[in-house]
Antibody
Framework: QVQLVESGGGVVQPGRSLRLSCAAS????????IHWVRQAPGKGLEWVALISYDGSTKYYADSVRGRFTISRDNSKNTLYLQMNSLRVEDTAVYYCAKNPGPRIVAAADDWGQGTLVAVSS | EIVMTQSPGTLSVSPGERATLSCRAS??????LAWYQQKPGQAPRLLIYGASARATGIPARFRGSGSGTEFTLTISSLQSEDFAVYYC??????????FGPGTKLEIK
């Protein structure tokens, strides 16, 4: 079955960097567009970024553009989120979520369990 | 940017009864609207995509309807496992993909 396993979260000081990973299995990773979505403690869902199936196209929320970089390594079935210049307001559980195929106009159909990033001094 | 709103914020319903959740978009999203269910400590689960198509394994008591700017998720005959938070998502125009603020469905 489809598995998405996030890792790399932790406690970090404001202004520092962190890289999240999402290891995928159970589907053809290189055929799916994939998102990062986050959820601050006790809050709703916020879309963060999307990368196309081949990594050629990337989209970002305004709140992270210029600070976060989404990337993927299809040979390793792994998605990444490089987070620089972290802010307190970036504190959240970060989920990776796959689209059912290469189409970007689609709803993510499988999600990982998330990894917690806490930005605090 | 398309803004999604959901109503009510909290809905109290008794098991076995019907629940009706609403989602509104600030401009048309055609039928590019999904519904997710999230339980405490869990990841969201896709229920409905394309405004009315049930995702794999989703029971028939979950029904999505609407198009354009007005959408409804109806859950008939609520089961204990249905009490959760429900989010709508528009994926018609992006970035950004926009989630609604959620409706908490609680036991009455």
């Amino acid at each position: 079955q489809v598995q998405l396993v996030e890792s790399g979260g932790g406690v970090v000081q404001p202004g520092r960097s962190l890289r999240l990973s999402c290891a995928a299995s159970g589907f053809t990773f290189g055929n799916s567009a994939i998102h990062w979505v986050r959820q601050a403690p006790g809050k709703g869902l916020e879309w963060v970024a999307l990368i196309s199936y081949d990594g050629s196209t990337k989209y970002y929320a305004d709140s992270v553009r210029g600070r976060f970089t989404i990337s993927r390594d299809n040979s390793k079935n792994t998605l990444y989120l490089q987070m620089n210049s972290l802010r307190v307001e970036d504190t959240a559980v970060y989920y990776c979520a796959k689209n059912p195929g290469p189409r970007i106009v689609a709803a993510a159909d499988d999600w990982g369990q998330g990894t917690l990033v806490a930005v605090s001094s | 940017e398309i803004v999604m709103t959901q109503s009510p914020g909290t809905l109290s319903v008794s098991p076995g009864e019907r629940a009706t959740l609403s989602c509104r978009a600030s401009q048309s999203v055609a039928s590019n609207l999904a519904w997710y269910q999230q339980k405490p400590g869990q990841a969201p689960r896709l229920l409905i995509y394309g405004a009315s198509a049930r995702a794999t394994g989703i029971p028939a008591r979950f029904r999505g309807s609407g198009s354009g700017t007005e959408f409804t998720l109806t859950i008939s005959s609520l089961q204990s496992e249905d009490f959760a938070v429900y989010y709508c998502l528009q994926y018609n125009e992006w970035p950004p993909y926009s989630f609604g603020p959620g409706t908490k469905l609680e036991i009455k």
